[in-house]
């Protein structure tokens, strides 16, 4: 069995502002193996790393994405809402961090997030996107809860890998899965724990799990060889896995 890899949820959230350029500078210096972030379209068709539909919670800002330009996202402040500390920090797009990203040996998971809004051809932006900035598409991971974005995405780009994400304990969804396109599960953290979880990876479907933030939790689902866990504090998480390690090899 392969170790459980780290992935920076939303960069490292629980630590710095989430989605901002800074927080996957971080997490790219403390050694993860992957960073998770969310992408919505803005209204000139850009592609914006933010979770909310909105930039409401995240910047001093207000509105939907759907409706504000590249120009008028850029002038807001990304970073004081979590810390003054952060001030000035911007709302990245895509490219930038695939541009930050493209010389390291990091996965990069793109969150589609179209399932409360249809944003027109996201999915082919985001492959424009990853294929302008040559970045090595074996390192790419596309997820979303659209399952119909998960299953277009795949026909526009079958080596790339793609997942859908789920919050339900499902029967056998590997099977489901395969009829979307995906070749991996992201579940909701208590379906890791599950027989969901457990009989995916027995049928050798990759299973990578989010938020999982409690230790206690992180070091139950290294044990069980989960594929992966999406942490906003990426820095417990790999203090876990080395902690593991030693235990294994007795050193
Ligand atoms: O992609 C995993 C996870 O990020 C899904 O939930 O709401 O944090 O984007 P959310
Ligand atoms: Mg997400």
Known sequence: MEETLIYAHRGSKGTHPENTLIAFEHAIHLGVDGIE?????????????????????????????????LTEIKRLDAGSWFSTEYEGEQVPTLSEVLELMKNTTLYLNIEIKADIIPYENIEEKILQAIRDSDFDEKRIIISSFNHYSVAKFKKLAPNIETAILFMEILLDPWEYAKTVGATSLHVYEPVAFTETAHEALKNNFPVRTFTVNNKNHMRALMEQNISAIMTDYPKEALTIRSELKKKETGT
Request: a negative charge.
């Open 37 to 69: 972030l969310d992408v919505h379209l803005s209204k000139d068709g850009h592609l914006i790393v933010i979770h909310d539909e909105t930039v409401d919670r995240t910047t001093n800002g207000t509105g939907y994405i759907r409706d504000l330009t």
